[in-house]
């Protein structure tokens, strides 16, 4: 069973998924940090209004809007509209993903694995049915195939908190398996996401790529990316660890 993900200033730990739990804690020290908390390093051009901050909060006279306080440490992709996405420079297989996210109301981005794989960040709070499976928050959003949704995951409970407040998503996710050739062998997975504390996936085999992805072919590695153009959302801490799964 995993044990939950914590934070505290400062310090980020995360059991892994696939060990013991007298496993070594996976902190800073043995995961790659995807924002250095100061700038834009790291991710690739361009990279449109998104900006660095001290913190964001709900505007009281538009809770669909941010107030950015200026400063370090989040990413925000713009107070009050939308921006291109965030993908990072590095590329990954295997991996262990911990994100923090915080969405105004009726927002909506997007954690892509390998830039192919979305899982969704909307604002789900009390939503008991959303449109369709896998547009709620940690949702595995639908592929698209003959102009239809299909494929989509909805999470298997609510963990959404209400927009303006932080939220966490601990991933573990396994890239598609190729042969010698190039042709695919396995399927991408989805092993495991919790949000919030709560587990809402285990073991969903991706047949390809969700919908609006970078690419519509499928790899051994692909980059992080972070959508920023279907409202306002702040990131931090953002850590993947490299893994290597069966």
Same mark, same amino acid.
């Given at each position: 069973? !995993?044990?939950?993900?914590?934070?505290?200033? &400062?310090?980020?730990?995360?059991?892994?998924?696939?060990?013991?739990?007298?496993?070594?804690?996976?902190?800073?020290? !043995?995961?790659?940090?995807?924002?250095?908390?100061?700038?834009?390093?790291?991710?690739?051009?361009?990279?449109?209004?998104?900006?660095?901050?001290?913190?964001?909060?709900?505007?009281? $006279?538009?809770?669909?809007?941010?107030?950015?306080?200026?400063?370090? &440490?989040?990413?925000?992709?713009?107070?009050?509209?939308?921006?291109?996405?965030?993908?990072?420079?590095?590329?990954?297989?295997?991996?262990?993903?911990?994100?923090?996210?915080?969405?105004?109301?009726?927002?909506?981005?997007?954690?892509? *694995? =390998? &830039?192919?794989?979305?899982?969704?960040?909307?604002?789900?709070?009390?939503?008991?049915?959303?449109?369709?499976?896998? @547009?709620?928050?940690? &949702?595995?959003?639908?592929?698209?195939?003959?102009?239809?949704?299909?494929?989509?995951?909805?999470? !298997?409970?609510?963990?959404?908190?209400?927009?303006?407040?932080?939220?966490?998503?601990?991933?573990?996710? !396994?890239?598609?398996?190729?042969?010698?050739?190039?042709?695919? @062998?396995?399927? $991408?997975?989805?092993?495991?996401?919790?949000?919030?504390?709560?587990?809402?996936?285990?073991? @969903? %085999?991706?047949?390809?790529?969700?919908?609006?992805? =970078?690419?519509?072919?499928?790899?051994?590695?692909?980059? @992080?990316?972070?959508?920023?153009?279907?409202?306002?959302?702040?990131?931090?801490?953002?850590?993947?660890?490299?893994? %290597? *799964?069966?």
């Amino acid at each position: 069973m !995993r044990a939950p993900a914590c934070f505290t200033p &400062g310090f980020l730990c995360i059991i892994s998924t696939l060990a013991l739990a007298t496993a070594p804690i996976f902190g800073a020290d !043995r995961a790659d940090r995807l924002f250095n908390g100061k700038d834009l390093a790291g991710w690739r051009a361009p990279t449109g209004t998104w900006t660095v901050a001290k913190g964001v909060s709900l505007d009281p $006279a538009d809770p669909e809007k941010f107030v950015i306080a200026p400063g370090e &440490g989040i990413l925000v992709n713009s107070a009050a509209s939308h921006t291109v996405d965030l993908i990072t420079e590095s590329e990954f297989g295997d991996v262990e993903a911990h994100v923090e996210f915080c969405i105004t109301r009726h927002s909506n981005s997007g954690v892509y *694995l =390998m &830039g192919r794989y979305e899982i969704q960040v909307y604002d789900s709070y009390g939503v008991a049915k959303d449109q369709y499976p896998g @547009i709620e928050c940690g &949702g595995i959003y639908p592929r698209w195939i003959n102009e239809k949704d299909v494929e989509g995951h909805s999470p !298997r409970v609510n963990a959404s908190k209400p927009p303006g407040q932080w939220q966490t998503f601990d991933i573990t996710f !396994r890239a598609p398996r190729f042969d010698a050739s190039g042709k695919k @062998i396995a399927n $991408a997975k989805v092993v495991k996401v919790v949000h919030n504390g709560k587990v809402i996936h285990e073991n @969903i %085999e991706l047949n390809g790529p969700t919908r609006g992805p =970078m690419a519509e072919d499928e790899k051994p590695t692909g980059p @992080i990316r972070l959508q920023g153009d279907h409202g306002p959302v702040a990131y931090r801490n953002l850590r993947v660890r490299e893994l %290597e *799964l069966k």
